[in-house]
T-cell receptor, first 111, second 115 residues
Framework: DAGVTQSPTHLIKTRGQQVTLRCSPK?????VSWYQQALGQGPQFIFQ???????QRGNFPDRFSGHQFPNYSSELNVNALLLGDSALYLC??????????FGPGTRLTVT | AQKVTQAQTEISVVEKEDVTLDCVYE???????LFWYKQPPSGELVFLIR??????QNEISGRYSWNFQKSTSSFNFTITASQVVDSAVYFC????????????FGTGTRLTVIP
């Protein structure tokens, strides 16, 4: 039973560019959440997708957007990258009210 | 507003010692869930436990135990007879509704177990 998978593992981008990160949820899970974890900090909630719609959003600007596909996989898009966007981006999946399971993350470096 | 405080930034113990990681939370909700996650150097957050606000029973799972005290808004985690493999960053988190709603994380406690 595959867990949560994310791609790519690492990414280096330049300020102003756009990036897309991908996540496949654990089998049987229909809800995907995205978190940003800056170095030395706890993860911060970006948004959550359920039934292909954004259900909840944290305190992140509109430059952060997402999408969920019919197979429950999800993408996180970040436009106009800033140096401060450098972080580990974690995807978590869950099935309704149960606990979230996290993927290995994508480490984004913005130069 | 929700808040999770992990006052211990880093802890070092010698193998086989017991260690307790502290977690204090704030929430206005009467129904909420508390979690502990482990983040080894690989970066993946590993789920350890979930407790709901109506269940204050302590829980033991092997070398791990959790002490939930609503009166002091604390949810502490104890590792008994620590091992080198326990070295990781441990996060306490709060959710107003289990699973489907977002998690509020503390800043984590880095545990180093010295052989």
């Amino acid at each position: 039973d595959a867990g949560v998978t994310q791609s790519p593992t690492h990414l280096i981008k330049t300020r102003g560019q756009q990036v897309t990160l991908r996540c496949s949820p654990k089998s049987g899970h229909d809800t995907v959440s995205w978190y940003q974890q800056a170095l030395g900090q706890g993860p911060q909630f970006i948004f959550q997708y359920y039934e292909e719609e954004e259900r909840q959003r944290g305190n992140f600007p509109d430059r952060f957007s997402g999408h969920q596909f019919p197979n429950y996989s999800s993408e996180l898009n970040v436009n106009a990258l800033l140096l401060g966007d450098s972080a580990l981006y974690l995807c978590a999946s869950s099935s309704q009210i149960y606990e979230q399971y996290f993927g290995p993350g994508t480490r984004l470096t913005v130069t | 507003a929700q808040k999770v405080t992990q006052a211990q930034t880093e802890i070092s113990v010698v193998e086989k010692e017991d260690v307790t990681l502290d977690c204090v939370y704030e929430t206005r909700d009467t129904t909420y869930y508390l979690f502990w996650y482990k983040q080894p150097p690989s970066g993946e957050l590993v789920f350890l436990i979930r407790r709901n606000s109506f269940d204050e029973q302590n829980e033991i799972s092997g070398r791990y135990s959790w002490n939930f005290q609503k009166s002091t808004s604390s949810f502490n985690f104890t590792i008994t007879a620590s091992q080198v493999v326990d070295s990781a960053v441990y996060f306490c988190a709060l959710s107003e509704v289990a699973g489907a709603n977002n998690l509020f994380f503390g800043t984590g406690t880095r545990l180093t177990v010295i052989p």
